[in-house]
């Protein structure tokens, strides 16, 4: 079994650090900037060097645009990413084979009184054809433990309600 960087390390000395750099630019100033709530366009891009740039706005509920990507869908995004490749390189290393992966995932926004809010809930409902129909359970074990290493789900304090369905081929 090949466990690689996935194994946990009590060692906290030979804990290992990446950096991650984006920078975020809000294009829609105008000529009047934020002079009132309605007078400035929610538009942003965000650049890694070295990639395409994502275009962003605000929810169209918050007066962005609908057909930009806002911030609330890019962490859903990167929570349903995060598990995804965790179970695929589970599974990898145990020896399922997975044929094909689809998440459908959503969160819920909560708003406060205040005008603030915070996700209160990720819902992650995963599919994944396995080529061996006896690799099922491992694959769910696999599908749990990715759960709970994901690197962004537990950088946050919003739950993630995960559950997965399996395709066999064999």
């Given at each position: 079994m090949d466990t690689g960087w996935m194994e946990n390390t009590t060692d906290m000395a030979m804990q290992t650090v990446h950096e991650y750099r984006a920078h975020i630019t809000w294009l829609g100033a105008g000529s009047a900037g934020t002079e009132?709530?309605?007078?400035?366009?929610r538009a942003w891009c965000a650049e890694v060097e070295g990639k395409a740039p994502l275009a962003g706005s605000a929810d169209a509920v918050f007066r962005g645009d609908p057909?930009?990507?806002?911030p609330e869908e890019c962490l859903l995004t990167a929570v349903s990413a995060c598990h995804m490749l965790f179970f695929l390189a589970l599974c990898a290393r145990e020896g399922v084979r997975v044929?094909?992966?689809t998440d459908v995932a959503r969160?819920?926004?909560a708003l406060d009184?205040?005008?603030g809010g915070a996700l209160r809930i990720i819902i992650l409902r995963s599919l994944a054809q396995l080529a061996t129909a006896a690799?099922?359970?491992?694959?769910?074990?696999?599908?749990e433990r990715a759960g709970q290493r994901c690197f962004i789900a537990r950088s946050l304090a919003t739950p993630v309600d995960h559950t997965i369905e399996f395709e066999a081929l064999g």
């Open positions: 009132t709530y309605s007078s400035y366009d057909t930009a990507w806002n044929l094909a992966y969160a819920e926004l009184a205040g005008g690799d099922a359970a491992t694959a769910k074990a696999l599908y």
